[in-house]
């Protein structure tokens, strides 16, 4: 079963940056994948961030941004504030129809 | 601007069968190219993907609750539900619904609030 991996945790200081990672047990992450990242404040409803490997979704601000870094995908956030402190998830559509969600990464502003 | 709301009983026995709906406003399961989807939450842990129901009728589930899931058009059109049986206290969670864009975007757009659903006796 394909599995998606995520750091369980990062800490940036205000003002830093961060890059978060998504990768496959088993095989590369591709612009194939669409890989797209959510973030989830405490007690809110998941809200997207970037789909599409690198494409913001609206009203997102440009300190946020998607890659493909090595054989991973990447969210990197510059500038961290405090309102960036959440549960961070990637997620990926394989070429099978099905979605895989990662474990998520709890980012820690401080 | 197409919402979700999901509705359904807060609280399940142990090896019943969970019963939820989403109702779309704004919009239809049955038009548009979008995969119309159940995740869930449980407590501390992460989001996980249950399954979706296509426009084209295609139905996708998570292979480790294949045996256990059912989604289907609701009683209208604007309504999708689950249905997940022989629940255990594992089972307990907040259950998302939440409309994902197909090709060529793939990505999931609009997400209800959510609604917890506890498995106790």
């Known amino acids: 079963q394909t599995v998606v991996t995520q750091e369980p945790s990062f800490s940036v200081s205000p003002g830093g940056t961060v890059t978060l990672t998504c990768g496959l047990t088993s095989g590369s992450v591709s612009t194939a994948n669409y890989p797209s990242w959510y973030h989830q404040p405490p007690g809110q409803a998941p809200r997207t961030l970037i789909y599409s490997t690198n494409t913001r979704s609206s009203g997102v601000p440009d300190r946020l941004s998607g890659s493909i870094l090595g054989n991973k995908a990447a969210l990197t956030i510059t500038g961290a504030q405090a309102d960036d402190e959440a549960d961070y998830y990637c997620?990926?559509?394989?070429?099978?129809?099905?979605?895989?969600f990662g474990g998520g990464t709890k980012v820690t502003v401080l | 601007q197409v919402q979700l709301q999901e509705s359904g009983p807060g609280l399940v026995k142990p090896s019943e069968t969970l019963s939820l709906t989403c109702t779309v406003s704004?919009?239809?399961?049955?038009?548009?190219?979008?995969?119309w989807n159940w995740i869930r939450k449980p407590p501390g842990k992460g989001l996980e993907w249950i399954g979706y129901l296509s426009y084209s009728g295609t139905i996708k589930y998570n292979p480790s609750l294949n045996s256990r899931v059912t989604i289907s058009v609701g009683t209208s059109q604007s309504q999708f539900s689950l249905r997940l049986s022989s629940v255990t206290a594992a089972d307990t969670a907040v259950y998302y619904c939440?409309?994902?864009?197909?090709?060529?975007?793939?990505?999931?757009?609009?997400w209800g609030q959510g609604t917890m659903v506890t498995v106790s006796s």
């Open positions: 704004g919009g239809s399961v049955t038009t548009g190219s979008y995969h």
């Open positions: 997620i990926l559509f394989m070429g099978s129809g099905v979605w895989v």
């Open positions: 939440a409309r994902a864009s197909g090709f060529p975007v793939y990505a999931f757009e609009v």
